[in-house]
T-cell receptor
Framework: DGGITQSPKYLFRKEGQNVTLSCEQN?????MYWYRQDPGQGLRLIYYSQIVNDFQKGDIAEGYSVSREKKESFPLTVTSAQKNPTAFYLCASSIGGDESDGYTFGSGTRLTVV | AQSVTQLDSHVSVSEGTPVLLRCNYSSSYSPSLFWYVQHPNKGLQLLLK??????LVKGINGFEAEFKKSETSFHLTKPSAHMSDAAEYFCALTGGFKTIFGAGTRLFVKA
């Protein structure tokens, strides 16, 4: 079955450490997205990519980095510059960049700072 | 400017009674509108979408929504709630190249 796989499901980060969240899709979708979800705040866009080797900052990109070397993969790195990284992270994809067909979401990664 | 407002942060219904989750929007474009559902510690799942075809949109699990341009609303309804409907629901809008999500409505279903 086609879908989006996020790993790991749970991740713990120490102070000053960089961590990378994986997102892989086998839907042949062009566009991919990373969202952060905090309680009571809905979803906030971190980064998005409409084609391979290109990506744009979203609303809260500071302290995060991404790459899009393959169509199927869009990993997110949470750097030590992100001062409050504890959150639920969701990866999504859409068929085209205009998003009119809606998103397919992964099952999320819960990141906790210890 | 585009925006999505979900009018209720929490809605509580009894099993077997109707569900109404309210969403208002603002958009300079002809919008595409969506409802998503999220169960605890899961990703979001697309329930239904409106993309300028029929104004009454039917989705999965018995949900439907009606696009009312004059009221700038896209409310989600279901005739009879089931315990498994308890979840958080998000209204979203796309008008151009960016999707905007509402803050979410948590639906509680009482036995």
């Amino acid at each position: 079955d086609g879908g989006i796989t996020q790993s790991p499901k749970y991740l713990f980060r120490k102070e000053g450490q960089n961590v990378t969240l994986s997102c892989e899709q086998n839907l042949n979708h062009d566009a991919m997205y990373w969202y952060r979800q905090d309680p009571g705040q809905g979803l906030r866009l971190i980064y998005y990519s409409q084609i391979v080797n290109d990506f744009q900052k979203g609303d809260i990109a500071e302290g995060y980095s991404v790459s899009r070397e393959k169509k199927e993969s869009f990993p997110l790195t949470v750097t030590s510059a992100q001062k409050n990284p504890t959150a639920f992270y969701l990866c999504a994809s859409s068929i085209g960049g205009d998003e009119s067909d809606g998103y397919t979401f992964g099952s999320g990664t819960r990141l906790t700072v210890v | 400017a585009q925006s999505v407002t979900q009018l209720d942060s929490h809605v509580s219904v009894s099993e077997g009674t109707p569900v109404l989750l309210r969403c208002n929007y603002s958009s300079s474009y002809s919008p595409s509108l969506f409802w998503y559902v999220q169960h605890p510690n899961k990703g979001l799942q697309l329930l239904l979408k409106y993309t300028s075809a029929a104004t009454l949109v039917k989705g999965i699990n018995g949900f439907e929504a009606e696009f009312k341009k004059s009221e700038t609303s896209f409310h989600l309804t279901k005739p009879s709630a089931h315990m498994s409907d308890a979840a958080e629901y998000f209204c979203a809008l796309t008008g151009g190249f960016k999707t905007i999500f509402g803050a979410g409505t948590r639906l509680f279903v009482k036995a």
